[in-house]
Structures are given as C-alpha cells and as structure tokens.
C-alpha cells in the first residue's frame, strides 16, 4: 500500500440525538467534541439523528422527522390565490 493518500481511519463514538443512543466504531469522520467512553479513554463525539436505534425500518415504530416548516413554507409559496 503507498503511503499517505489514505485517510486517518480512528475509533469515534456516534450519539443517535432521536434515541439517546450511542456506539464506538471507527470512522474517517472527525470532531472537535470529545466524550469519555466507557473505557475510561476520550473519543470525537460524532452527533447523528438517525441510526439503527431510532429508524423506522429497524425499530418498527413510526416517528417524525422535525421538517422545520418545510411544507408549511411550499403550501405558502405554492397555494392558489384566491380571486
């Protein structure tokens, strides 16, 4: 393999922000928030809003995604004027 064309690939903890729910892996991902593991050591703290722990597909329960007036926003621009 050459050297120094590959990302630095560490372990990083993801908090699912939905679930309260979080996991180490490694990633090439990286953050200027820390968490303290179990482990006892520092990781980046990596903030997701959807992961296994709160997806539909895998939970089986439905929840709603925060849209922040999206449709709202298109109703408004899109609506018929009335005469």
């Known amino acids: 393999m050459k ?3 590959h990302p630095d690939y560490h ?3 993801f908090y699912d922000t939905a679930s309260d729910f979080k996991f180490l892996t490694r ?3 990286t953050s200027k928030e820390k ?7 520092e990781y980046p703290l990596i ?3 959807v992961s296994s ?7 089986g329960k439905k ?8 449709v709202e926003k298109f109703q408004k621009k ?6």
């Open 11 to 13: 372990e990083v903890v």
């Open 63 to 70: 929840i709603y995604v925060d849209t922040a007036g999206r």
């Open 35 to 41: 968490i303290k593991w179990e482990d006892g050591k």
């Open 78 to 83: 899109y609506q018929k004027k009335k005469a």
């Open 47 to 49: 903030k997701v809003e």
């Open 3 to 5: 050297k120094d064309i």
């Open 53 to 59: 722990a709160s997806h539909p597909f895998f939970t």
């Open 27 to 29: 990633s090439t991902l």
